[in-house]
C-alpha cells in the first residue's frame, strides 16, 4: 500500500507543499477527503474519486488506485459526500443515503452484511440533510 497524500498525479508518492490542481475540467461543489482517498461532487451532481482502493476496499468507487479525479457510476443527481477512514457516506438530492467501502463491525450501516460492491442504500428513508463521517 502507498501512502501519498490521496494519491494525486502520476507520481503517486510525491509530496506536495503547494496546493496542486486535480481537475481544470470541472467546477467542484464539495470534496471530502478520507484514509489516503477523496471524492468530490461537481456542479451537475456527478460523483468522482481517486486515491488507494484494492479489491476489498472501494471507499473511492474503485477497487484500484486512481490517481486523477475519475467518475464514479453514471447517477448525477448526488448532492453531500463525506469520507471516513474505510467507507464514503452520500446523500442523493432525494433525500436518500448511501455508502460504499468497507462493513467492518457494521461500521458502514448496512449491519452485519458484508462488504457490498459499489454504492449501496442504507435503508430507506429519503429526509437525510447531512451526513458525517469520521478518519
Known amino acids: ?9 502520476e ?8 496546493p496542486q490542481l486535480l481537475n481544470d475540467s470541472n467546477t467542484w461543489k464539495t470534496v471530502s477527503a478520507g484514509s489516503y482517498y477523496g ?6 451532481g456527478k460523483l468522482w474519486g481517486w486515491g488507494y ?6 471507499a473511492n468507487g474503485f477497487t484500484t488506485e486512481i490517481y486523477t479525479p475519475t467518475q464514479v457510476g453514471t447517477d448525477a443527481n448526488w ?3 463525506s469520507c471516513g477512514y474505510e467507507n464514503t457516506y452520500l446523500i442523493k438530492d432525494d433525500g436518500t443515503l448511501w455508502v460504499m467501502g468497507r ?3 457494521g461500521s458502514s450501516g448496512l449491519g452485519d452484511n ?8 442504507i435503508g430507506t428513508d429519503s429526509d437525510w440533510m447531512h451526513v458525517s463521517s469520521y478518519n
Open 103 to 105: 462493513n467492518n463491525s
Open 1 to 9: 500500500m502507498k501512502m501519498a497524500s490521496l494519491e494525486i498525479g
Open 11 to 18: 507520481d503517486s508518492d510525491a509530496v506536495y507543499r503547494t
Open 53 to 58: 482502493a484494492d479489491d476489498n476496499y472501494d
Open 114 to 121: 458484508p462488504t457490498e460492491d459499489g454504492i449501496v442504500q
Open 79 to 81: 448532492e453531500i459526500v
Open 39 to 44: 471524492n468530490a461532487i461537481d456542479t451537475e
